[in-house]
């Protein structure tokens, strides 16, 4: 006989005498099927090696536990266990109902999660601009040339010419590390009227190249404005007049073998 009803049932049984119908027995009894003991444990967990273990556990109320390591070595006969190494684990938990003891068991990985450090910093500057955060590590991790804004992306464009501080965390607080870069660039135009914005021209990112030079020229070549790292910019004057709405063409002297040109606009 096959149960109908899941877990427990009345089994009624009958024998008859087939000369005699008259003549029978009967009885009965319960059919009952003991539940597995379930596991509540996941199938992956990641340690940090910021941590020197993982506690783990599961129902209290089992009457045995073995947890082994893959080596075969037993590492806890409680309900409760302390996993340093990473590897494959096999939980076995039994459990008595009915007069029955019934067994499970399962098996799950411990991955220690290597901190982030970032190997090197890609980047592109003078109009080309972005920058590429190379880390290693097997963390789940985010990026962040600010310190306050990440992405999942390592790579970032259209960025302005400037110094920054870049980052790489684990998303689960599994450490962070961080690094700087300068990107040198130069804004294209700006509009000396005294409005608070884009009035003076500057080498952005030059500060971090404190014996650096720029020089400015107009079209026929005529030095109008020499500027350290350290200046405000040039306000678009020469001998206190001021210039015209037109293209300046400027040269940098980085004072480490780096030098380079190019022009800007301007605008009144």
């Not at 970032?118 to 590429?132: A, D, F, K, M, S």
Request: with cysteine.
């Amino acid at each position: 006989i096959q149960n109908t009803v899941a877990w427990s049932q009345t089994i009624n049984i009958k024998v008859e005498n087939q000369l005699n119908p008259l003549c029978y027995s009967e009885t009965s009894f319960k059919l009952i099927t003991n539940k597995l003991p379930q596991i509540n444990l996941e199938s992956d967990y990641i340690l940090c090696d910021l941590e020197p273990s993982i506690y783990l556990a599961t129902d209290p109320n089992f009457n045995f536990w073995e947890w082994k390591n893959k080596d075969n070595t037993i590492i806890s006969n409680s309900f409760e266990a302390n996993l340093m190494e990473a590897g494959s684990y096999t939980l076995r938990v039994s459990k008595m109902s009915n007069g029955i003891t019934c067994e499970n068991s399962f098996s799950f990985n411990l991955t220690r999660s290597a901190l982030p450090q970032i190997q090197r910093v890609n980047y592109g500057e003078l109009g080309t601009n972005y920058i590429e955060i190379i880390a290693s590590g097997d963390g789940n991790f985010e990026y962040s040339i600010d310190g306050t804004n990440y992405q999942n992306s390592n790579y970032f464009t259209n960025i302005e010419g400037g110094n920054y501080t870049v980052s790489v965390r684990d998303k689960e607080g599994c450490g962070e590390d961080s690094s700087e870069v300068t990107i040198i660039d130069y804004p294209k135009f700006f509009t000396p009227n005294d409005d608070g914005f884009n009035d003076y021209w500057q080498i952005k990112g030059i500060s971090k190249f404190p014996n650096s030079k720029i020089f400015i020229y107009d079209r026929y070549g005529k030095l109008l404005k020499q500027l350290s790292a350290s200046s405000l910019g040039w306000d678009g004057f020469y001998t206190g007049k001021k210039m015209n709405s037109s293209d300046y063409w400027f040269k940098v002297d980085l004072d480490n073998g780096t030098s380079f040109s190019g022009h800007f606009t301007l605008k009144r």
